[in-house]
């Protein structure tokens, strides 16, 4: 992809953290979606919008690792941004195997969100 995304797609289960990091998002001005899983994530990722993603690993449905599976598989949604929010980093090993751009730990603070997403964005 040639130009950076311009919104941010936060795919986790957990409502308080996605309301969290939207919350901190909207107030900095980015424009954000959300979804439950990584099913939900595909179907708004088939858009024309390029979105950086923040995605878990573990969720109902479709989680972390089966999403960018099949995102790999789609020519025209495989060059997106993944930063993988993850509370177990004792699988740091497990989620570095779908090769994020980034990793942010969870719990996290302000300042953490905003400074590995500026990179990635426009």
């Known amino acids: ?5 311009r919104r941010v797609l936060v795919v986790d289960d957990d409502p308080i953290i996605r309301d969290m990091v939207v919350d ?3 107030f900095e001005g980015y424009a954000t979606e959300t979804a439950r899983n990584g099913r939900d994530a595909l ?6 919008e390029n979105y950086l993603v923040l995605l ?5 449905v479709m989680g972390g690792h089966e999403f960018c599976q ?12 993944i930063i993988v929010l993850m509370s177990a980093m004792d ?14 730990p ?3 603070v302000v300042d953490d969100v905003l400074s ?3 990179p990635f964005l426009e």
Request: zero cysteines; glycine letters at 2%.
């Open 43 to 48: 179907a708004i990722l088939q858009g024309k």
């Open 70 to 81: 099949r995102l790999n598989a789609m020519p025209q949604l495989r060059q997106r941004h």
């Open 91 to 104: 699988k740091l090993e497990e989620a570095e195997s779908i090769y994020p751009d980034a990793i942010m």
């Open 1 to 5: 992809m040639n130009s950076k995304p």
């Open 56 to 60: 878990d690993l573990m969720m109902p």
């Open 24 to 26: 901190i998002l909207d």
């Open 116 to 118: 590995i997403i500026k």
């Open 106 to 108: 969870k719990p996290f």
